[in-house]
Structure formats: C-alpha cells, structure tokens
C-alpha cells in the first residue's frame, strides 16, 4: 500500500498497519535496511525510519550492529513463545499427567489462573476406586485450592489484593478467609515449592500442587493431586510432593524451561 493510497485512513489505523508489514517484511526477508523496507512498502524512508524506533524501543525489532539493518527483536520471541506455552500445555501435561495419577492412585489435574479462580485444562484419573467427580473446565476459588494457591503466590504482592477482592469465602470450617494469613501462607509456598489445601473447598477433599514454568520462568499453571483425606493424608501429601514437584518440572521443561 502506497501513502497516497492510505491517506483516506485515519492515522492511527494507518501507523499499526505498517508497523506489522514490517514485521511481516523482516520475518521473511531475515533482515532489512530502513531504505529496503520503503522500497518494499512504497513509503517514504522517513515514516520507516520513525516505525522502525519505535518498534525497536519496544524490542519488537533489533539492529545489526555493523550493517544498519534490522532484524526481527526478542520480544516477538518472547510472545511467540507464551503463544506457544498456553496452547501446548495440555498436550505436553497429558503424558506426564497420566503417569502420576497412576503412580499416585489418586485424580492429576493441571489449573491455570483467570482472575481469583482457578481453571481446570487437564486431568487425569488415578487407578483407585473412589472417582470425585470430572474437574475439567471447572473453575474453582483460587484462595481455597491447592493449584489456586500455588498461582497465588507467584502473583506480585502488589496486585495480591486487587486479584482477590477485600473478602474470602468460606467453604468449610477450614478454609482461609483471612488475607493477612492467605500471605502468610503464600510466602510458605513459594519457599517450599509446592502447596497443600486441606478440606479447604469440601470436606473430605484434600490436595496438593506445585508450579508449572514457561521459557521464561514465570509459573503459567499448578499441577494438583486430590483425592478424600482418608487416603490423602497430610502425611501422604508430605511423601508425594517432591515426586509431584518433579512431574511438574518435567512439563516445565517441555514448555522451554531451563531449570
């Protein structure tokens, strides 16, 4: 498109539209000079050279340092890679998923967070008799959950309270309603590496969880483990969570994680 052409668009419109064929010039060329991506998009080298700044300052593009040109920055790997996390993630979970709730006995699911709740993308079922009931696509208040905490607390504690509003629901008698000692128990869990959550949604359910990490490092889900407190004992939670905390090591390392 020439800038004769675009002058009926309204500016705005017009600078977004040519900053991605940029994008879309650098991602197949491999690289390109401000005066070749004109050329290519009929523009003056001037509303390039400003485009280009700009993307640059956001890390969308990168300069070669000895040749003028442009390459494409590492913040378009960067979301390409969380695109590619969040869809990938109940595919690589799935193995690892089943493989733990046989070896466990006892119901996998793997939760992300939207808002205050916890969602669940994944699950797998244990060998055991007792079936609880299908979790998948259910969401569930993150304060009194297992995966809901370990999300939690990889929240800056700055937006902690936003996120959570100024009240916590009570389930049962042993859910955490207060906020001061939902932090207490959030810096625990970060330090530990993994949470447990006893009869704190329903009584007679207890579970356990521990973080999944992107390529970045960031945690993205929980991986949990539940079953009735009967079987599901603190002392069996305690047993189980360093083979659950290696299970989701192992599907943070699919996803690109280093550690």
Not at 18 to 35: H, N, P, T, W, Y
Not at 115 to 128: F, K, Y
Request: hydrophobic content about 40%.
């Amino acid at each position: 498109m020439t800038e004769a052409e675009s002058e009926t668009r309204p500016a705005s419109i017009q600078s977004v539209d040519r900053a991605l064929q940029v994008l879309e010039i650098l991602a197949r060329q491999g690289q390109g000079g401000v005066s070749d991506i004109a050329d290519t998009l009929g523009v003056h080298k001037s509303t390039v050279s400003r485009i280009v700044s700009v993307l640059e300052a956001r890390g969308f593009v990168e300069q070669l340092s000895d040749r003028g040109k442009y390459r494409l920055g590492f913040t378009i790997v960067r979301l390409a890679g969380a695109t590619m996390a969040t869809r990938d993630l109940g595919k690589e979970s799935r193995e690892i998923c089943e493989a733990l709730a046989d070896e466990a006995g006892e119901t996998v699911n793997l939760a992300i967070l939207e808002g205050d709740r916890a969602i669940n993308i994944t699950e797998a079922s244990g060998p055991l008799g007792i079936a609880l009931r299908t979790w998948v696509g259910q969401s569930s208040p993150a304060h009194a959950t297992s995966s809901g905490k370990v999300l939690l607390a990889a929240v800056p504690e700055g937006r902690l309270g936003q996120t959570l509003g100024d009240e916590l629901e009570r389930f049962t008698p042993r859910t955490i309603t207060d906020l001061t000692e939902l932090r207490e128990q959030l810096q625990l869990i970060s330090a530990r590496g993994w949470s447990c959550a006893v009869e704190e949604l329903e009584d007679g359910l207890n579970a356990i969880a521990a973080p999944v990490r992107d390529h970045t490092g960031d945690v993205i889900a929980a991986l949990s483990i539940s079953g009735p407190s009967f079987r599901l004992t603190p002392e069996a939670m305690d047993a189980f969570s360093p083979r659950l905390r290696g299970a989701a090591l192992d599907v943070s390392r699919r996803l690109g994680f280093p550690g």
